[in-house]
C-alpha cells in the first residue's frame, strides 16, 4: 500500500536561519508531488507541485524552493526563513484524476 | 484564475442538527473532491464525484456534483461530535492534463455537544 511521510512534526527555526522540509512516498511510482501551506485556521495555499524528476512548478514567488531529487522524494527549502513563513506545511501525491493523500504535516514557528 | 468558494466560512450546530456546505466554482470542473480535516490533523480525501448530477451517499454524509458542473454540496444528517473539522471541496479546471487540484476557502463545523 502507498505511504507518505513528511517530518519533522515540529520544529521551531529563528529568523534567518535556513529551512529543509523532506517529503517521502511508497508504494507508487511517478506520483505528482505537492507541497501546500495552511496558516492558523485558513485554507491551503499551493507553494510548488511536480510531475516529474527535477520538474518543480512554482505557485507562489517566495523565498522558498522545492526539489524532486529521486522520483518519490520531495523537498521543500528555504536559505533565510521570515516570521511570515510560518505556517502548517503538508505535504501530498495523487495519480491525475484521484484524490491527493497528504502527510501528517510539519508545523513550522520562525521566531 | 479559477476560484473555488465555499459557503459558509463557519458552521455552529447543535449535536443532531443537520449541516450542510456548499462549494461554487468559477469555472467548470471535471470532477468535483472533498476532504475532511479534523482539528490540528491533515486532509483526509473522502470522495470524488465525476458526472453531472451525481450522488453519492457515505452513511450520513451525502454529496451531490451540479448539473453544470460548477457547484457541489456536501450534507451531513444528524450531526456527532466525531464531525468536527473543516470541510474542503477541491477540483480540477475541466481541461486536459491539468495536474493539480483548486482547494475551496473550506467549511469548518463544530458541534455544540
Known amino acids: 500500500s502507498q505511504t507518505i511521510h513528511q517530518w519533522p512534526a515540529t520544529l521551531v527555526q529563528p529568523v534567518g536561519s535556513p529551512l529543509s522540509l523532506e517529503c517521502t512516498v511508497e508504494?507508487?511510482?511517478?506520483?505528482?508531488l505537492y507541497w501546500y501551506r495552511q496558516a492558523a485556521g485558513r485554507g491551503l495555499q499551493l507553494l510548488f507541485y511536480?510531475?516529474?524528476?527535477?520538474?518543480i512548478s512554482s505557485e507562489v514567488p517566495q523565498n522558498l524552493s522545492a526539489s524532486r531529487p529521486q522520483d518519490r522524494q520531495f523537498i521543500l527549502s528555504s536559505k533565510k526563513l521570515l516570521l511570515s513563513d510560518s505556517g502548517f506545511y503538508l505535504c501530498?501525491?495523487?495519480?491525475?484524476?484521484?484524490?491527493?493523500?497528504f502527510g501528517s504535516g510539519t508545523r513550522l514557528t520562525v521566531v | 484564475g479559477q476560484q473555488v468558494m465555499q459557503i459558509p466560512q463557519y458552521q455552529h450546530v447543535q449535536e443532531g442538527e443537520d449541516f450542510t456546505t456548499y462549494c461554487n466554482s468559477s469555472?467548470?470542473?471535471?470532477?468535483i473532491q472533498w476532504y475532511k480535516q479534523r482539528p490540528g490533523g491533515h486532509p483526509v480525501f473522502l470522495i470524488q464525484?465525476?458526472?453531472?448530477?451525481e450522488v453519492k451517499k457515505q452513511k450520513r454524509l451525502t454529496f451531490q456534483f451540479g448539473e453544470a458542473k460548477k457547484n457541489s454540496s456536501l450534507h451531513i444528517t444528524a450531526t456527532q461530535t466525531t464531525d468536527v473539522g473543516t470541510y474542503f471541496c477541491?477540483?480540477?479546471?475541466?481541461?486536459?492534463?491539468?495536474?493539480?487540484?483548486?482547494f475551496g476557502t473550506g467549511t469548518r463545523l463544530t458541534i455544540i455537544p
Open positions: 501530498a501525491w495523487s495519480v491525475y484524476g484521484y484524490g491527493y493523500t
Open positions: 508504494g507508487t511510482s511517478n506520483p505528482n
Open positions: 511536480s510531475v516529474g524528476i527535477g520538474q
Open positions: 469555472t467548470t470542473l471535471s470532477n
Open positions: 464525484l465525476v458526472k453531472s448530477g
Open positions: 477541491a477540483g480540477y479546471v475541466d481541461n486536459f492534463g491539468n495536474e493539480k487540484l483548486t
